[in-house]
């Protein structure tokens, strides 16, 4: 019997292969579907430009009442995320997530906090540190492990 | 702050904070040890989503050694046939669980079930544009509310083993797939309904924590549509008016006494709360929701 779990992450999964958001590829696991590859390519503007970030989303059998995990695959010189692909996101706390919110509107969220890091609730305060005092360095930074990393 | 004088004489060691701790009483010491220990809820877990009735008197043991006022009313409730007590897991959800629970429970014990169930099912049916207004996903929130639907639409055919008896509505909301999915539906009607009726409801959306106004967005992003999130007044409000339907609230705290007529406080929601409308019957104790009922024999 198909669950809500599974019939939810069914449906979301085929609309956003169907019409994927712009930077945004999402294939499913080949043996299991409630785990995703995602690859969102880095936004224009941005020291991340051009480069490929690989992230994973692990959906629980509580999925969508609890959410996914969602973690860089990608190294990525970011204040929000840390060395191990953590990412500090609200919406997907436990306690802030809602069920009604899709996966396309979380991976839309991750694109604009890539685009625009959020120095004010960092998860690397050194990097937060150096994005708001010393933008130039976090730029040549980041690109670095952009190039490094992310092609 | 008299109240505290009952059992706060000559108590060194730390005492047992739970549901029955009346909140008010609370010292900072207290609190920041409950805020610390808001991860570590597990022994609730282990409980059912919602149980099968337990007598009043389970509840009153609980209190025996506590307030005298919180005893009066207990004893009120018994000797006015409210000695049931439907217990709700204590995880947050616990007013939407008890609502469903309630709400099913109302309809079976309805003189006309079918009835009862097609004027529920029609009312239900009035939120689904307040949802589709408010901007949420269609498919997803028909998803959530089918399980509700569905239950409902049992008592219409009268065979449905789900529906046919207090026993069979408690082991289905004990499912938690359906009691989530319930709770989720529950949960963006309140929302909706406070959206879409934002002037009267932002007097009273303030911060459970810092007690600070939110505007209605914050609000029901914060408050309403996460799980796990209690409900207050204004969801209660909210749900009660948005589903037409009167919800009467116990409240077991250390208020003061009523009049002999009505010992307990009840605090009443919705329209119309008079015997005759059937109003659904919560039992609230600081944090927590129950049903408290009374017992309804079998129709012969």
């Known amino acids: 019997m198909a669950s809500t779990s599974t019939r939810r992450i069914q449906k979301e999964l085929g609309d956003l292969m169907n019409s994927p958001p712009e930077g945004i590829q999402v294939t499913p696991d080949e043996d299991n579907f409630q785990i995703w590859k995602i690859i969102i390519t880095g936004p224009p503007n941005t020291p991340y430009h051009k480069g490929k970030f690989q992230l994973s989303a692990d959906f629980s059998k509580d999925y969508p009442f609890k959410p996914p995990v969602l973690i860089f695959k990608t190294k990525m010189y970011h204040p929000n995320i840390d060395s191990d692909g953590n990412l500090c996101i609200g919406l997907l706390k436990t306690e802030n997530w809602k069920p009604a919110t899709k996966m396309s509107g979380v991976l839309q969220a991750i694109y604009n906090l890539i685009e625009t890091p959020n120095p004010d609730d960092p998860l690397v305060s050194s990097i937060a540190e150096q994005y708001t005092t010393d933008r130039k360095g976090f730029d040549k930074r980041a690109a670095e492990y952009t190039s490094k990393y992310a092609h | ?300």
């Open chain 2, 1 to 300: 702050m008299s109240a505290q004088k009952n059992e706060g004489e000559g108590q060194p060691q730390p005492r047992v904070i739970d549901e029955n701790t009346d909140l008010s009483t609370l010292t900072d010491q207290e609190i920041m040890k409950l805020m610390e220990g808001m991860d570590h809820q597990d022994s609730q877990m282990d409980k059912p989503l919602i149980s099968t009735p337990v007598p009043l008197s389970v509840i009153r043991q609980e209190y025996e050694k506590g307030s005298t006022q919180i005893l009066k009313k207990l004893d009120w409730l018994a000797e006015n046939g409210w000695d049931q007590i439907w217990r709700a897991r204590g995880d947050g959800d616990c007013f939407y669980r008890s609502f469903t629970l309630a709400y099913l429970l109302r309809i079976l014990h309805s003189s006309n079930s079918q009835l009862e169930a097609n004027l529920s099912f029609e009312n239900i049916q009035k939120s689904l544009p307040l949802m589709e207004q408010c901007g949420f996903d269609k498919d997803l929130y028909e998803e959530f509310l089918d399980p509700l639907l569905s239950l409902i639409r049992g008592f219409d055919n009268g065979d449905d083993e789900k529906t046919s008896n207090e026993y069979g509505i408690v082991q289905t909301l004990q499912n938690p797939e359906t009691s989530n999915c319930i709770v989720v539906a529950l949960r963006l009607i309140t929302s909706s309904y406070i959206r879409l009726h934002s002037e009267t409801f932002s007097p009273f959306l303030l911060s459970p924590i810092t007690f600070l106004p939110l505007s209605t967005d914050e609000f029901c992003r914060s408050e309403v549509e996460p799980c796990g999130k209690e409900a207050d007044h204004a969801q209660i409000m909210a749900l009660s008016e948005s589903l037409n339907i009167g919800i009467k609230i116990a409240y077991l705290d250390r208020s003061d006494i009523g009049d002999e007529t009505n010992v307990i406080n009840w605090v009443d929601f919705g329209k119309d709360t008079t015997e005759n409308a059937k109003p659904l019957t919560l039992l609230y104790r600081p944090g927590h929701y129950d049903v408290v009922t009374k017992d309804v024999l079998p129709q012969i």
